[in-house]
């Protein structure tokens, strides 16, 4: 599983010229799922995420989390974070979770962050999405199965 994770000011996903998702000052997370992954490493990556200090203090400095600031979440899953672009140019995403276990994960992984977060939107499952967003930082942070 990975999550490429963006500080954002703000973020919108669309398909089809309609707004799926939007939010304010958060984070934009673009989620992939592997062929092996289960709910104890969503557990493990969403806890994370949501506790990353990432958010400048009054200090400025970066010591606050999205809780403490009120953050929102904007989830987008992308599995084209698994390319493997090792042979060849053209990726290859053995790597990927199938789309129905994929799906499976994704939603699990938005309910359980809905648990914690005040205001959590998401992108389409297997849609034609275009996001849109203005990184705050410019700050991102990769998290996978690693952690």
Do not use: H
């Not at 963006?6 to 799926?20: I, L, Y």
């Not at 995420?49 to 992308?78: P, Y």
């Not at 084209?80 to 053209?90: F, I, P, Q, S, V």
């Amino acid at each position: 599983m990975k999550f490429v994770i963006q500080r954002v000011a703000r973020a919108s996903v669309t398909v089809d010229g309609e707004t799926a998702g939007a939010i304010s000052k958060g984070l934009l997370v673009l989620i992939g799922v592997g062929q092996d992954d289960k709910k104890e490493d969503a557990d493990r990556l969403v806890k994370k995420m949501i506790n990353l200090r990432i958010f400048e203090d009054g200090q400025g400095k970066t010591n606050l989390a999205l809780k403490d600031v009120g953050g929102e979440l904007l989830l987008v899953s992308q599995f084209t974070l698994y390319a493997d672009c090792r042979k060849g140019n053209r990726p290859s995403f053995i790597n990927a979770g199938k789309p129905e276990m994929a799906e499976e994960m994704y939603e699990y992984i938005i309910e359980q962050c809905r648990k914690q977060v005040e205001k959590v939107e998401r992108g389409v499952f297997g849609g034609d999405m275009k996001v849109e967003l203005v990184n705050d930082g410019p700050f991102t942070i990769i998290l996978d199965e690693s952690i």
